[in-house]
């Protein structure tokens, strides 16, 4: 299959030759190595490629002393560390490399934030730019397709999701699905000092998965799991710094009507979410049509934001009359509101609770007919 650009490439390459480490996070098999190898493939460049994975790297890269590091550089100008986050004291060894060999351009890769966030980034103040990579977004995979075309696509979406390798082998989309998510999903999470009970968290993933775009009570998810309150805002968090799950907070400005300290949970790939309860059951065979769709764009709308570098913040709204928007922007201010609809024919608005509480807020119903704008598939 041809190689499909990434969005971020251009903001990475952009940013070279700046003094700079560059730091690209994302998801195991999102594709992080293959397009930083998309990129140096376009020009003469020679790159030393190190994959943290491996023991004898992980060995090499924690002698932080500068004649071994040489040896290990020799003379590259660019030098690509995957996972980082597997070398310990990741922070401190980029912090040498980056002072005493100015004239090589560091790239490191991280598939998890669960250890770097401190030990990676405070050594890294003032020399590094922090880019994501998600699994592909629509934007990308379609680029020069028509929305018609790109509307046929939305059933396999929906099911199996964005990730490239469930793209690139369609035919064979559930058996790597279901690899994908027994052998990568947790491989970092269960790693992390804190996990002691891996089946709580499996557990913790299928009730999510089911609660997709319903408000989630961390109290009710520690009652059924007989585990504390405490426990389950870890293991999520964990989800989070994984990769695996994002959350969405209620936005409140009158905290007398509307709720304010609730979050939904949202998978950022469709597949993953529907590998975890093992159901690829067609469109029209399902119960979760809408929680799918809901899923499915707002996480679109998060990956195109980031590819266009633009900084909205992002809620859903609900008061205490259980009214709701699906999605909430908030840009200076300014609101614009959104309802998932998969039902084409549906005449439904944005609740007259929301646009009568703000009635300057843009509105519209996102449904497979108009999504595209909404996903940066076009301008229009």
């Known amino acids: 299959m041809e190689m499909i650009q990434r969005a971020l490439e251009s903001q990475v390459v952009n940013r070279l030759h700046q003094n700079k480490v560059l730091v690209i996070t994302g998801a195991r098999q999102v594709g992080k190595t293959t397009m930083l190898k998309n990129i140096f493939n376009r020009t003469d460049f020679s790159v030393l490629w190190l994959n943290a994975d491996e023991d004898r790297v992980r060995t090499l890269l924690s002698e932080l002393n500068v004649p071994s590091l040489q040896l290990v550089i020799g003379k590259y100008k660019y030098v690509v560390i995957d996972e980082i986050q597997r070398i310990e004291n990741a922070g401190l060894l980029l912090k040498i490399l980056h002072d005493n060999f100015p004239e090589v351009q560091f790239i490191a890769t991280s598939s998890s934030a669960l250890d770097i966030s401190a030990s990676l980034f405070e050594p890294l103040t ?180 980031v590819s266009q570098n633009s900084t909205p913040k992002s809620y859903f709204w609900r008061n205490y009359n259980q009214s709701e928007v699906d999605y909430v922007e908030e840009i200076n201010g300014e609101l614009s509101a959104f309802e998932m609809k998969w039902n084409t024919l549906t005449k439904q608005k944005v609740t007259k609770a929301f646009t009568n509480d703000y009635p300057d807020a843009e509105t519209q119903v996102i449904t497979p007919r108009n999504f595209f704008k909404f996903t940066g598939l076009t301008e229009s």
């Not at 996990?195 to 408000?215: C, F, N």
């Open 126 to 305: 003032g020399r590094h730019f922090l880019f994501h990579l998600h699994p592909f977004g629509l934007h990308e995979l379609y680029r020069d397709s028509s929305p018609f075309e790109v509307e046929g696509e939305l059933p396999f979406h929906l099911i199996y999701g964005n990730y490239p390798d469930i793209c690139n082998n369609r035919s064979d989309a559930k058996f790597l699905l279901q690899h994908l998510a027994g052998q990568y999903l947790y491989k970092d999470v269960l790693a992390w000092k804190d996990i002691r009970k891996p089946q709580i968290l499996d557990k913790l993933l299928k009730l999510l998965a089911y609660q997709t775009g319903s408000e989630v009570s961390l109290h009710e998810l520690a009652k059924q799991l007989k585990v504390s309150s405490e426990t389950i805002d870890l293991y999520i968090d964990l989800l989070e710094k994984s990769f695996v799950v994002f959350r969405l907070k209620s936005i409140s400005r009158n905290p007398r009507k509307e709720v304010s300290k609730m979050s939904k949970i949202f998978f950022w790939d469709n597949g993953i979410r529907n590998a975890v309860i093992d159901n690829f059951d067609d469109m029209e065979l399902r119960q979760d049509t809408g929680a799918l769709w809901e899923n499915f764009m707002i996480a679109e709308r998060l990956k195109s934001i």
